[in-house]
């Protein structure tokens, strides 16, 4: 990540903005693409594709995390997760569950306190008070009361 405190303005922030600052070096990724990357090198997506290469591809699987790149959600070694917003070091399972909108409180919570509320975080998905989330189309760990109504049969999880 780069060295100057670009996300100084909305650090803590709960609530998206449309006009939240962007970072300048993010400025080549377009409004719905994203950029994975690790340590084989960059994978371009946009959210549709990035949610059905976890699905259909095993993206899970293949992605190899940057030597000594902690996630700020779990501390384990992580990944760049890259949007014209921002960019986060992630487990390949929490950019999949972030994806799916099954975010646990906790890991909003450090995203937020990071590089504040994105796109993917914003308040139809996730309660913006409690970092809770709202549509969860996976399980939440340790929150099973978050998708106690789901019907696998419906597309729950895609994975299985």
Known sequence: MIGEDIYASVRGQ??????R?????????????????????????????????????D??????????????????PAVLYRTREAEIAMTGEEIYRMCRNALTPEEFEAIVAQVGAIWELHDDFYDPDTGEAMQPQVEVPGYPHLTEDFDEDEGADLRH
Request: glycine share 8%; net charge negative; charged share 25%.
């Open 14 to 19: 709960r609530e998206w903005s449309r006009d």
């Open 21 to 57: 600052p962007k970072p300048e070096h993010l400025s080549h990724i377009g409004i719905a693409g994203v950029e994975i990357v690790d340590a084989r090198g960059t994978h371009a997506f946009d959210y549709n594709t990035l949610t059905m290469a976890f699905v259909t591809d």
């Open 59 to 76: 993206l899970l699987k293949r992605l190899v995390p940057i030597e000594g790149l902690a996630s700020i959600c779990s501390g384990e």
